[in-house]
């Protein structure tokens, strides 16, 4: 036996982006005046969305807000919606990704803010976990380029981000309590290396500690997980903020490094932590650690320079201009994947067809985002339906039938069956504050208002009047078809509904369960009514707040129509050149708070689609989702399009890619099953306290190749119009005995069509001394061609590239030996391969 030499390096401590001097002398002169009863207050929210001002000081407040596919306003305000981050993810194109995140960006300043939290780089483990859709990937390299994409972005417009949920938040069973329980290399391969990229190369001005118990231990007080490794191994310099009520202690936390406790009033802080410290238990260096870093955040922002109100900091924002709207489309139309197209069908032809039928549930719905925090209010949206309209205007005929139902709950009212007046010049309802909780006298403020999910709104009317105030929406309801109507009504102080001169729902019904933010156990009530087709009833809203000790203004109106008659769309599509069928999720199904019971569509929509397939050969299927959904049909389906959860401009993206006014280029950031029992973590979820990662590192296609399991369709699957060659792979050098290694491949269209080809890279470690996966993402890179144009991609590869976690010697290490690069269009269709020789054993060690 040959025994071969080690190379142990010591990981050098990373770079800290040192606070600039001028911002850091800044820090200092204010700290040395303040009292440490205004350090403590410092160190929680005032209220939601805001920090603590100290007057005294004139140290101002600053506000963050959600979310990460779009700016949520605090105030209810629409801004522009992105797609959702799975299909930020499906683009596979960080720079695309941050040219929206700027634009997010600029947004936030408009609606007067200083933090966007987000992004969320949690891994998608569990197939059914509600917030998948807010995430990337089940794979950790791809989450990691898409996340640094989508802070680098934000953060050039000086606006923070908020990196989350760190860690090990991968499921909405038990989040608040339980512990994800798994081995230290499981944690350092799988569910950090996101967050360590992201930290050490675009130093987020925030991180935000996660709800749940990593092995035992809460986030909020996890010192090894906030204090050595985030602050230590990877010299994060930034701000550590709990999720909202995530905080259990006071002491333990800001030991741990948990700088700011939110939503205000202070629950842990506050005087607990002003007792703590009192008493001895918490060291007064920790207490001016945290508030340096919430000062240093505060001056960063630049609030303390221009000191400019909400409205005027709107002034020099952007919202929804045509840039950032084309920007939404944009990264919706390269998110849209092609699964299937066995016979060629798309792009549809307009010369070929006469007419279509556009079917199904999410035809004329806007299933464009998930439920839950990240949910924004968009200033336009468009169904799959207009968008297919809008594009080919008269030339075809275009007929529409529902068909059946999706929505396991009403859904959020539709704006288009709303207007303020009978002559139905505007869609939406009149909306009137009043500064007092009886609607009397001038209403402060009126306007029309389109948007009946509200997290959160007038707040600064709230503020004025101390959270005394009413609310009136009214105008008149169009129902599209006669039937009963179902009405839902979600609140947190006292509400009542009027149709038709009838008090349908008021505070005295009970209270039902309802799935929107179910993780606030808020309840909705319900009730229904008889309505005609045509007719205009008069509608009103009452809204009084101020009725409930809870700050938070909420507010939720609901409604069911009769869906249709299952026979008419299938009649349609047996009259139609093509029918276009769309199912998925509904507004209601994927959510934040709660996770999905299975991998099925609701309702009939599976019947519905088979008894479509029967009468047209022609038929495609577009699928609304945020995660995997199970396919019986797929077999007998030609044709399938995963559009995801398209942001605002969906419906025009869709149409695109139809049409072949775009030539899709998305690819699966996610792998599908063909049955929930083939995921990996099926063994293990949902767990009963905790979540026990009984995987460990065989999350996703890594599980799939291990266990030779065929998927549904694998991790980095996507279709285009036309077609692509690999040739040519080489590598810089047969011996990897550099600091790095390149590696080079041709790619080139071999289509009559321009298109855009995601070249992915794998490693495999062919002479491991461990149990590793068959092979790893390490690269990608979305290359754009024309009809027979050639490129030549290069990758780079580190020695880190080839490593896995040696938990016992407490280093990254990879096995002298032989290693594969294997690259090609998806994890299971592999083009090329070269193997490369490391000729010692290689190690850096994290202390």
């Known amino acids: 036996m040959c025994w071969l030499p080690l190379n142990t390096y010591a990981a050098s401590k990373p770079e800290i982006d040192t606070v600039d001097p001028k911002i850091q002398a800044r820090v200092n002169a204010l700290l040395e005046k303040m009292t440490v009863a205004e350090k403590v207050a410092l160190l929680s929210g005032a209220d939601y969305w805001n920090t603590v001002a100290i007057k005294r000081l004139d140290i101002p407040s600053i506000q963050v807000t959600d979310g990460p596919n779009g700016v949520r306003s605090n105030n209810s305000e629409p801004t522009t919606l992105f797609p959702v981050g799975v299909a930020m993810a499906s683009t596979w194109n960080p720079s695309l990704i941050q040219k929206a995140a700027a634009a997010m960006g600029r947004e936030t300043r408009a609606m007067g803010a200083h933090v966007l939290l987000g992004p969320n780089v949690n891994i ?12 990337y990937s089940e794979d950790p390299y791809l989450s990691g380029e898409i996340g640094l994409g989508f802070v680098l972005g934000v953060q050039s417009e000086n606006i923070g981000t908020s990196l989350k949920h760190f860690v090990a938040n991968n499921q909405e069973h038990m989040r608040r309590t339980g512990s994800s329980n798994m081995d230290q290399r499981t944690l350092r391969e799988i569910y950090m290396p996101a967050f360590e990229k992201i930290v050490k190369q675009a130093k987020p001005w925030t991180v935000m500690a996660a709800y749940n118990k990593v092995n035992g231990v809460f986030m909020t007080e996890n010192k090894t997980l906030l204090q050595d490794v985030l602050r230590g191994e990877w010299g994060f310099d930034g701000l550590v903020v709990s999720d909202w009520g995530a905080l259990h202690a006071s002491a333990s936390a800001i030991d741990a490094g948990l700088d700011l406790e939110m939503p205000g009033p202070a629950k842990h802080y506050g005087n607990k932590l ?23 955040l505060i001056i960063k922002t630049g609030v303390m320079d221009t000191r400019t109100s909400a409205t005027q900091a709107g002034a020099n924002g952007e919202v929804n201009s045509l840039t950032h709207q084309r920007l939404s489309q944009q990264v919706a139309e390269e998110a849209i994947t092609l699964l299937k197209n066995q016979k060629n069908l798309l792009p549809l032809n307009h010369k070929n067809i006469t007419s279509i039928a556009v079917i199904g549930p ?37 007929s529409y039938a529902q068909g059946v ?12 069956l709303l207007s303020p007046d009978k002559q139905r010049t505007k869609q939406g309802l009149r909306l009137e504050y009043f500064g007092n909780q009886d609607f009397s ?5 009126v306007s029309t208002d389109r948007s009946f999910s509200k997290l959160g709104f007038a707040d600064e009317i709230s503020n004025a009047a101390r ?11 169009w129902p599209k078809v006669s039937g009963r109507y179902e009405f839902e009504l979600v609140h947190l102080s006292s509400a009542t509904l009027t149709i038709d001169g009838q008090e349908i729902i008021n505070d005295s019904l009970e209270k039902q369960h309802t799935g929107f933010l179910d993780f606030l156990n808020i309840g909705a009530r319900k009730a229904g009514i008889e309505l005609k087709a045509g007719v205009a009833y008069p509608f009103k809203l009452d809204y009084v707040a101020g009725k409930t000790p809870v700050p938070l203004n909420l507010l939720r109106l609901a409604s069911r129509s009769p869906a249709g008659e299952f026979s008419e769309a299938v009649k349609l599509a047996k009259e139609s050149d093509v029918a276009v069928v769309f199912i998925g999720v509904s507004t209601t199904s ?14 009939k929509q599976n019947a519905l689609l088979e008894a479509v397939l029967k009468v047209n050969k022609n038929t495609i299927v577009v699928l609304n989702n945020g995660a995997p959904l199970a396919m019986p049909w797929i077999d007998k389906a030609n044709t399938v399009i995963e559009a995801w959860m398209p942001g605002q401009e969906g419906g025009h993206a869709i149409a695109n890619v139809l049409f072949g006014h775009t030539n899709p280029s998305g690819k699966l950031p996610v792998s599908f099953p063909k049955r929930l029992q083939d995921n990996p973590s099926y063994l293990h979820y949902p767990g009963d306290q905790d979540a026990n990662y009984g995987e460990g590192i065989f999350v996703g296609y890594r599980y799939y190749d291990k ?8 991790f980095g699957h996507g279709l285009s119009y036309t077609q692509f060659s690999y040739s040519d792979l080489t590598v810089s050098d047969p011996l990897f005995d550099k600091e790095e290694l390149q590696v080079s491949i041709n790619i080139k269209n071999t289509g009559a069509m321009a298109g855009k080809e995601v070249v992915q890279l794998y490693v495999q470690d062919n002479e491991s001394k461990v149990v590793r996966p068959i092979k790893e993402l390490k690269g990608f890179n979305k290359v754009s061609l024309g009809p027979d144009e050639l490129k030549k991609i290069t990758f780079t590869l580190t020695k880190r590239d080839l490593s896995y976690f040696d938990a016992h010697r407490q280093a990254w290490r990879a096995d002298a030996g032989k290693f594969t690069v294997l690259v090609g269009s998806s994890s299971r269709d592999i083009r090329q391969q070269v193997s490369f020789q490391l000729p010692v054993d290689y190690s850096l060690e994290i202390n």
């Open 590 to 603: 994927e959510s934040e708070g709660r996770d999905r019971s299975d991998l099925e569509l609701f309702g």
């Open 467 to 477: 959270n005394r105030f009413s609310a009136r929406w009214q105008g008149y309801f």
């Open 274 to 296: 002003l007792a703590a410290i009192e008493q001895g238990d918490v060291d007064l260096e920790k207490l001016n650690d945290s508030a340096k870093r919430l000062l240093t």
């Open 441 to 445: 006298g001038k209403p402060v403020f």
């Open 405 to 416: 139902d999706n929505e396991p709950e009403p859904a959020t009212i539709d704006a288009r």
């Open 362 to 398: 999410n035809a004329d719905a806007a299933i464009i985002q998930g439920s839950g925090s990240s949910q924004v209010v968009p200033f336009q949206q468009t169904t799959p339906l207009e968008g297919i309209q809008a594009l080919v205007g008269d030339s075809l005929k275009i």
């Open 124 to 135: 998608q483990r569990v197939p059914l976990a509600g917030r998948n859709f807010e995430a």
């Open 707 to 714: 266990k030779e399991i065929e998927p549904l369709f694998p």
